[in-house]
């Protein structure tokens, strides 16, 4: 089985990376971690990944002086490594459109929402605020828009009475590192795919059984 290539973009510890790295380690699974990639040095996820016995590598984003550059350094140590598909695991950089639309297809990332609700940040309190009895999270490939690409999956849990941001977002990471892995399976084995700006799988799946939240 050919695996593809793909790097892991970061900037700090990279819960979701762990995850993905652990996946990885199957044999069957479609894709081996290459590279780790992070815009910050001292990102604690490099060191995890080198303990992995992952390639490793840095571009500081303080180091140039605009996006643009930035961006570029960080395309030629991917194409230096010979990637193929690129997962963004908390990397906290807006990249810009050039760079989004020559990986266009072979970018995905995981936001803590169900997407199209609560694109950006504060997340877990914002769907508090707003009183959503589901809440969850999402992989989707990435556009040029912040958080609006195609949604490649979802996962849901139940908010409930007395939850706090911290006890939302606890039960919201487990789903994350179980769907992240599961997305890129799906795409690195051909079975989901993007075409003509959404994602197409290769079969469908049963759609019985609902999240109801508060339970009937």
């Given at each position: 089985m050919s695996r593809r290539r793909v790097a892991i973009l970061i900037s700090g510890r990279g819960s979701n990376m762990g995850a993905l790295i652990e996946a990885a380690r199957s044999p069957d699974f479609p894709a081996e971690i290459a590279l780790v990639l992070a815009n910050r040095p001292d990102a604690a996820g490099l060191e995890v990944a080198r303990e992995a016995g992952i390639a490793t590598a840095s571009v500081d984003h303080k180091s140039h002086p605009d996006r643009e550059s930035f961006d570029a350094a960080l395309d030629a140590v991917l194409r230096e490594h010979a990637i193929a598909f690129v997962c963004l695991a908390g990397f906290m950089r807006v990249l810009t459109d050039g760079f989004v639309e020559r990986w266009q297809g072979r970018m995905i990332n995981i936001h803590p929402s169900l997407l199209p609700l609560f694109r950006g940040i504060h997340t877990h309190r914002r769907a508090l605020e707003e009183g959503v009895r589901v809440h969850g999270?999402?992989?989707?490939?990435?556009?040029?828009?912040?958080?609006?690409?195609?949604?490649?999956?979802?996962?849901?849990?139940?908010?409930?009475?007395?939850?706090?941001?911290?006890?939302?977002?606890?039960?919201?990471?487990?789903?994350?590192?179980?769907?992240?892995?599961?997305?890129?399976?799906?795409?690195?084995?051909?079975?989901?795919?993007?075409?003509?700006?959404?994602?197409?799988?290769?079969?469908?799946?049963?759609?019985?059984?609902?999240?109801?939240?508060p339970p009937a």
């Open positions: 999270c999402t992989v989707h490939f990435v556009v040029p828009e912040l958080d609006a690409g195609p949604i490649v999956a979802q996962a849901a849990v139940p908010v409930v009475p007395g939850d706090t941001e911290e006890s939302l977002a606890a039960r919201i990471i487990v789903q994350e590192h179980r769907l992240y892995p599961a997305a890129l399976r799906m795409i690195c084995a051909g079975d989901a795919w993007l075409e003509d700006g959404r994602v197409v799988f290769r079969e469908g799946w049963d759609a019985g059984g609902a999240l109801l939240s």
